[in-house]
């Protein structure tokens, strides 16, 4: 397994066609769940330490962040975004979340990552851009 030390700057672009979920429909009526719009925001843990979150982008399904964050990790394994709904009852509703392993990323074979997140789990799209300031890896 490889593992990540070092500085992490990861920027959170942007999402497209996120689509609200049942739960966060659960007070919509008529019409408008057909046009109903997210308050948006993503959360970003390394391994389960939270490094950040981005700001709400109100009533839109597809929101544009450009949030930045650098945190120094120590033997790190995974990136995770989740993306929530800004709810304003209640707990936040739970919208998409991708993980994405550092082994992925150093087996690139360049210091810098960018893409679209599109995977079974998460069949949202997110944007995200990951300059790898510091690399050093170690296989355990």
Not at 70 to 81: K, N, P, S
Not at 92 to 106: G, H, P, R, S
Request: proline residues 4%.
């Amino acid at each position: 397994m490889v593992i990540f030390n070092g500085q992490l700057k990861i920027k959170i672009c942007e999402a497209r066609n996120l689509k609200p979920t049942a739960w966060s429909l659960r007070h919509a009526v008529g019409p408008k769940t057909q046009t109903f719009l997210l308050d948006t925001y993503i959360a970003l843990n390394v391994d389960d330490s939270r490094v950040g979150q981005t700001s709400t982008r109100q009533k839109t399904n597809s929101p544009t962040w450009n949030d930045e964050f650098t945190t120094e990790v120590i033997e790190g394994r995974r990136i995770e975004l989740s993306v929530f709904h800004d709810a304003p009852i209640g707990y936040d509703d739970f919208v998409a979340n991708c993980i994405i392993q550092f082994e992925d990323i150093l087996h690139n074979g360049s210091k810098h990552y960018e893409d679209w997140i599109l995977r079974d789990f998460f069949p949202r799209r997110c944007h995200i851009e990951l300059p790898v300031t510091t690399m050093r890896e170690q296989e355990r």
